[in-house]
């Protein structure tokens, strides 16, 4: 059975940092592009960021680049997402998302989703 379970999420204030985790269980880890995708109340899901099987290539959206940081540990079936000074548009449920294959920024194209874990940055 796949699992992906995320944790991590919390109030922050403006600013401020958060790391997010997700740890994977069913599936070769190792083999696995892994994706950040977040949704805010009243919007539609967004991407965050994707990183490839080897954690070599990293990808993210615009408006999180520079802020946020994308890693994996494939010894411990984790990726991460630190996500620092963030501000109120960062609020959200963040969610992690697995898939074989190419990377890609399309939900649609990831097969498998944890439950979210809730942000929410206060200013």
């Known amino acids: 059975q796949v699992q992906l379970v995320e944790s991590g999420g919390g109030l922050v204030q403006a600013g401020g940092s958060l790391r997010l985790s997700c740890v994977a269980s069913g599936l070769t880890f190792s083999n696995l592009v892994m994706g950040w995708f977040r949704q805010s109340p009243g919007k539609e899901r967004e991407y965050v960021s994707t990183?490839?099987?080897?954690?070599?290539?990293?990808y993210y959206a615009d408006s999180v680049k520079g802020r946020f940081s994308v890693s994996r540990d494939n010894t411990k079936n984790t990726v991460y997402l630190q996500m620092n000074n963030l501000n109120d548009e960062d609020t959200g449920v963040y969610y992690c998302?697995?898939?074989?294959?190419?990377?890609?920024?399309?939900?649609?194209?990831?097969?498998?989703w944890g439950q979210g874990t809730q942000v929410t940055v206060s200013s």
């Open positions: 990183i490839s099987w080897s954690g070599a290539s990293k």
């Open positions: 998302a697995a898939k074989n294959g190419y990377i890609s920024r399309s939900d649609s194209a990831f097969d498998y």
